[in-house]
């Protein structure tokens, strides 16, 4: 029996898990979803102060009180940035660190910081608009490459995202976290750009000292699917999970 904790993305909550979950469990697994602060069904808490500091603090909460040992740790897109400081904080207690088409940040980054300036530009400006400073919920089709049920199961469930994790810097040691068993899911049809820089960081060999460069743990699995293959491919991103406990 293996144990996973799976940490969502910006906008998102516990939900986006859902089919995760079920399969997870029902193959006997032990298997939980974090709500980050101030989204998901824990949106009524959004105020300005929540920060990345809050949504590590989560992550850790979690691990620490399901008293996961062993830990599949599953993050997406701008979960990276929470897996890495995880990983970096508790690395006996993470057995494999999954980054589904997620951020790979470099010491001292934000999560905005290796993105485009007018993504950045108008996401800072989405915030400041928002009486708790938080930033508006993209389109999941035009984003994620979501269609049809699919799409609109994650539009009436996404809230808008606390702003000040967008901005506020990660420092960690790359090569504590790269001791950790890594996987990649790289999502290829249709890439999301803001997502680009983690591939190429990926194949640049001076990139955490060549961390992901080298092998010895370290895998990347393409999948011809959008951004959230856990909603959009489940059957076979539920088969990718499983495989990891094999």
Known sequence: MAHYLLVHGAWGGAWYWRDTLAALIGAGHR????????????????????????????????????????????????????????????????????????????????????????????????????????????DPTAAFGLTGPAADWVRRRQTPHPGHTYTQPLDFDPARVAAVPRTFINCTQPTLPTIDVSRRRMADPGFWGGAWHRGGGVRTIDMATGHSPMVSEPQAFNRLMLDLAA
Do not use: K, N
């Not at 808490?45 to 989560?58: G, K, V």
């Not at 485009?116 to 938080?134: K, L, V």
């Open 31 to 138: 298997a939980h979803a974090v709500t980050l602060t101030g989204v998901g069904e824990r949106a009524h808490l959004l105020t300005p102060a929540i920060d990345l500091e809050t949504h590590i603090a989560d992550v850790l909460g979690a691990l620490d009180t399901e008293e996961l040992q062993d830990c599949i740790l599953v993050v997406h897109s701008y979960g990276g940035m929470l897996g890495t400081a995880v990983a970096d904080r508790r690395p006996g207690r993470i057995a494999h660190l999954v980054y589904v088409d997620a951020v790979l940040p470099a010491p001292g980054e934000s999560w905005s910081s290796a993105q485009p300036p007018d993504t950045r530009a108008a996401r800072i400006a989405s915030a400041e608009s928002h009486p708790q400073y938080a930033f508006a919920a993209p």
